[in-house]
């Protein structure tokens, strides 16, 4: 057996933080009780939001493993009606494919090459956003950790002009320069968490 090379400080916060989005996302999952109500993301239900999350968890160990889209998307299984169990099971694999990565490992994703810290950082990103978005749906408590907000925020302000280009999020909705920093976050993606639940 050959010894592990130790991880740097900046691998170790975002694993770290990868416990705590997910952390987030079921708490909030938790508190579901109506399937097929509202959520921020327009032509999502609260099940199209949890199923989309799901989804993004089962593609990890397969790409982390060296897979190409192609390859892995052959690999997925139909995620099955207990979306509960779902999670837990695709987040689990997930969480343990993200320790076993080596950082600096390419990652083929549909539209770029990128390193497993750099596809840690976009997955962080996702699963903390749709964390929000699915409190917001279920009524559940928004406020996320303040750590998580803002390394997410390190992720998405770079790329300001880009994400709405990129057609993943709607136009960002201006706010305030001294809104606290969650709501800033949210905005960029074109979320208004000013607005009443």
């Known amino acids: 057996m050959t010894a592990r090379t130790p991880l740097d400080t900046e ?3 975002w694993l770290r933080l990868q416990r705590r989005a997910h952390h987030e996302f079921g708490s909030r999952l938790a508190a579901v009780e109506d399937w097929d109500g509202p959520t921020p993301d327009t032509d999502w239900r609260v099940r199209d939001l949890v199923q989309h999350v799901i989804e993004e968890q089962q ?4 790409l982390l493993s060296g897979l190409s889209t192609r390859q892995a998307k052959s690999r997925l299984r139909a995620i099955e009606a ?3 169990h779902e ?7 997930a969480t343990t494919a993200w320790q076993d990565a080596a950082p600096d490992s390419e990652v ?3 539209s770029d090459t990128v390193t497993v810290v750099e596809y840690l950082k976009e997955q962080v990103a996702d699963v903390t956003i ?7 749906a279920v009524g559940a408590p928004e406020d996320l950790d303040v750590d998580l907000v803002a390394a997410v925020w390190t992720v998405f302000e770079p790329q300001r002009d880009a994400l709405e280009l990129s057609g993943l999020f709607a136009s960002p909705v201006p706010v305030a320069d001294d809104a606290p920093l969650q709501t800033r976050l949210l905005a960029l993606t074109g979320r208004d968490a000013r607005l009443a639940a």
């Open 87 to 93: 999670w837990h099971r695709y987040s689990l694999a």
């Open 11 to 13: 691998t170790a916060q």
């Open 59 to 62: 593609w990890v160990p397969w």
């Open 82 to 84: 207990d979306l509960r």
């Open 130 to 136: 749709h964390s929000w978005d699915l409190a917001r």
């Open 108 to 110: 083929n994703l549909a």
